[in-house]
């Protein structure tokens, strides 16, 4: 695809449920990213993966946080027992080069979930 | 870890004024340092970069100016327009870190 391409767009979810958000990279991208947008703030930082191996997960704020990319390709973020503060845009980001390298980041539109 | 300070929070000027957006950043190390564009409900997209070896770069009415000795770093558009509205993000990458941090955006109104 051209760009960086994430479903749902938009996920409500009741507090308790379990939620799966998906991020379709650029193709050849090595580098995937999953941050998580609260309203009014900046990108924080929650995985990286390079091709399939998730290098680092130190921005998971919880272990209901739950990221895979089995095959180098599409990542899924899970979210178990979704609770209120989880309520955000998770954007996914992805880049040609190692995150280590300052290649340019390509974000998608991001999946808005709302835990009501 | 690496913290970015973002100034100010939101900026109004009329169109054609200038627009100038400041970052700071605590760890000498970061040698990247990109500004985001976000509008309403899309996407961040990358508008201009630069590196830890560049002082000024430019591209037509945006620059980015960067001091490494104050640790500090610039966004400035010239000749604004309505379209240039939006949220506008720095951010900065550490060495051997996987991730960029970001600064938690300025709003900025351009009215015409």
């Known amino acids: 695809g051209a760009g960086v391409s994430q479903s749902p767009r938009y996920k409500v979810a009741k507090r308790g449920q379990d939620v799966a958000l998906r991020c379709d990279p650029i193709?050849?991208?090595?580098?995937l990213f999953w941050y998580q947008q609260a309203l009014g703030q900046g990108p924080e930082f929650l995985t990286y993966?390079?091709?399939?191996?998730?290098?680092?997960k130190s921005g998971l704020p919880s272990d209901r946080f739950f990221a895979e990319r089995p095959e180098g390709s599409v990542s899924t973020l899970k979210i178990q027992r979704t609770q209120q503060e989880d309520s955000a845009v998770y954007l996914c980001a992805s880049s040609d080069g190692t995150a280590f390298s300052g290649n340019t980041i390509y974000f998608g539109e991001g999946s808005w979930l709302t835990v009501v | 870890g690496e913290n970015v300070e973002q100034h100010p929070s939101t900026l109004s000027v009329q169109e054609g004024d200038s627009a100038v957006i400041k970052c700071t950043y605590s760890?000498?190390?970061?040698?990247?340092f990109p500004w985001y564009k976000q509008e309403l409900g899309k996407r961040p997209q990358l508008i201009i970069d630069?590196?830890?070896?560049?002082g000024e770069k430019k591209d037509q009415r945006i620059a980015v100016t960067l001091n490494k000795t104050a640790k500090h770093f610039s966004l400035h558009i010239t000749e604004t327009q309505p379209e240039d509205s939006a949220v506008y993000f720095c951010?900065?990458?550490?060495?051997?870190?996987?991730?960029?941090?970001f600064g938690k955006g300025t709003m900025l109104l351009v009215s015409p």
């Open positions: 993966f390079q091709n399939e191996a998730q290098l680092d």
């Open positions: 193709s050849g991208h090595v580098s």
């Open positions: 630069i590196r830890s070896n560049v």
């Open positions: 760890d000498s190390a970061s040698n990247y």
């Open positions: 951010a900065a990458l550490r060495p051997g870190y996987s991730t960029l941090t």
